[in-house]
């Protein structure tokens, strides 16, 4: 079991930063990659950035690619996204999710983790 618990969602203006962060707790030792996710209303959950555990390497859509920076902190069990240059299609609800099963490459489909936060909301304003 791997517990998630979001943090530092919020309301911005267009074209400005946020910072979330997600704190990892239970069997992280298991954990093979943690990504990030957001779904927006009426709209299907999506991608939007992952961090391989083991190595550090990372993961991004193209609607982010450039924008949004995903890192983690092997000794305190945190990820964050840095998110810049917000636009208002960024506002969604954004999900911190945990796959633990090892694969050949991180996956992109929420199908493929089997452990998330609760959420935490992002608005930005135009």
């Known amino acids: 079991q791997v517990q998630l618990v979001e943090s530092g969602g919020g309301l911005v203006q267009a074209g400005g930063s946020l910072r979330l962060s997600c704190a990892a707790s239970?069997?992280?030792?298991?954990?093979?990659?943690l990504g990030w996710f957001r779904q927006a209303p009426g709209k299907e959950r999506e991608f939007v950035a992952a961090?391989?555990?083991?190595?550090?390497?990372?993961y991004y859509a193209e609607s982010v690619k450039g924008r949004f920076t995903i890192a983690r902190d092997n000794a305190k069990n945190t990820v964050s996204l840095q998110m810049s240059s917000l636009k208002s299609d960024d506002t969604a609800v954004y999900y911190c999710?945990?796959?633990?099963?090892?694969?050949?490459?991180?996956?992109?489909?929420?199908?493929?983790?089997?452990?998330w936060g609760q959420g935490t909301q992002v608005t930005v304003s135009s």
């Open positions: 999710a945990a796959d633990i099963t090892y694969r050949l490459g991180v996956s992109t489909s929420p199908n493929m983790y089997g452990y």
């Open positions: 239970g069997r992280t030792e298991s954990t093979f990659a």
């Open positions: 961090i391989r555990w083991a190595d550090g390497n990372t």
